[in-house]
């Protein structure tokens, strides 16, 4: 019988409970045994296993978080702590293992493949940056909930003809700032993929105010790095009424929504599924919206691209 091991590592993501779900059902149904590891790298270091049955998983699908714990383990990146990892994966006798999580997370899977860890990685990260697929679990729910927030704000800026900067999570990419800017009708979005000239933003702002618009809305990536800086900028230059919100981890937590359920569940199955044929040392991924696989080496080489041609629409359409 296959015995496999699971865990979520690095920022958690909405639908990263759906995923073990579908890992520890999955499995089951194939007749494996499971183990959760609790607390990512940190806990496989610590042996922190514990048995998964079918009920360990039930009532979960629907909640954001991870039941796991998530940490980020600087001793998993040294040789000694992944060997640690590696003695305690052969005293439960795993030949198998699922990491849910980002890019740094992947570097620590292909390290374990590479030390005979039968290994196979799930993306998981609000920010969509994860090299070898157009899609992480609980990026959808992170920009409906960006989207809700703005949504909101838009009202109260409308009733005080406020102009409001709106930062977004995305520790060094544009990915939510510009889904939640194009779906809420920012005026101006700011991310780290494109230039934006501060003079362009107040020019947009000021164009709005003439055709009568009452408020205006600027959405900004954290990886821009300013968004109080941007706000100081334009109430300075403009005397305009200007508030700064910064949106942080509100965009971590919650509900997944439909699409991140799904693609957790298909991904989830997918792993289980890999490991199941002898696959192993890749990552699960969606390319051209079908499920497919890639080695982590090959993954990595891949570079996160956004797709500019929406900035461009955004910015044709806020007018
Ligand atoms: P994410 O997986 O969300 O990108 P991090 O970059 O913080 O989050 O990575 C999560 C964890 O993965 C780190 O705390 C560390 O334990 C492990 N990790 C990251 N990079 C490496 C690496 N080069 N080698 C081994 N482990 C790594
Ligand atoms: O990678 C997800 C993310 O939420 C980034 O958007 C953000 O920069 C970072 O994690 C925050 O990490 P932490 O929760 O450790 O402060």
Redo the contacts with the bound molecule.
């Keep these: 019988m296959k015995k496999i091991a699971v865990l979520t590592?690095?920022?958690d993501a909405p639908g990263m409970n759906t995923a073990i779900r579908a890992v520890v059902r999955r499995a089951i149904f194939k007749g494996f045994e499971v183990y959760g590891v609790q607390n990512?790298?940190k806990g496989l270091i610590e042996g922190d296993f514990i048995s998964m049955n079918l009920g360990s998983v039930g009532d979960i699908l629907h909640r954001g978080g991870t039941i796991l714990r998530s940490?980020?383990?600087?001793e998993?990146?040294t040789n000694e702590g992944?060997q640690r990892a590696l003695v305690q994966l052969n005293n439960k006798a795993v030949n198998g293992l699922v990491v849910i999580?980002?890019?740094?997370?992947f570097?620590?899977a292909k390290?374990l493949s590479e030390l005979g860890v039968a290994t196979i990685g799930i993306p998981g990260?609000i920010d969509n940056d994860i090299p070898g697929t157009d899609y992480a679990i609980g990026f959808d729910t992170a920009v409906n909930t960006a989207v809700s927030a703005i949504d909101q704000i838009r009202d109260t800026a409308s009733s005080h003809e406020r102009t409001f900067i709106i930062e977004v999570m995305g520790r060094d990419a544009g990915d939510i700032a510009l889904w939640a800017g194009m779906c809420a009708g920012a005026e101006s979005i700011i991310i780290p993929e494109a230039h934006q000239d501060l003079d362009d933003i107040i020019e947009r702002i000021k164009q709005g105010q003439q055709r009568g618009k009452t408020h205006s809305i600027i959405v900004v990536a954290e990886g821009v790095g300013k968004g109080l800086q941007i706000g100081n900028n334009i109430r300075e230059k403009t005397g305009f009424d200007t508030k700064v919100t910064i949106l942080g981890h509100i965009q971590r937590g919650g509900s997944p929504s439909a699409y991140d359920r799904m693609i957790s569940s298909q991904m989830g199955a997918k792993a289980v599924d890999l490991l199941d044929e002898g696959e192993h040392g890749v990552m699960v991924g969606i390319k051209n919206a079908q499920l497919i696989h890639r080695a982590f080496g090959e993954a990595e080489k891949d570079k996160h691209t956004i797709d500019l041609s929406i900035y461009d629409l955004a910015r044709s359409l806020s007018i």
């Excluded at 940490?71 to 600087?74: A, F, G, K, L, P």
């Excluded at 999580?101 to 997370?105: W, Y």
């Design positions: 590592s690095g920022g990512g790298y940490s980020r383990s600087e998993f990146k992944q999580g980002g890019d740094g997370s570097r620590g390290k990260s």
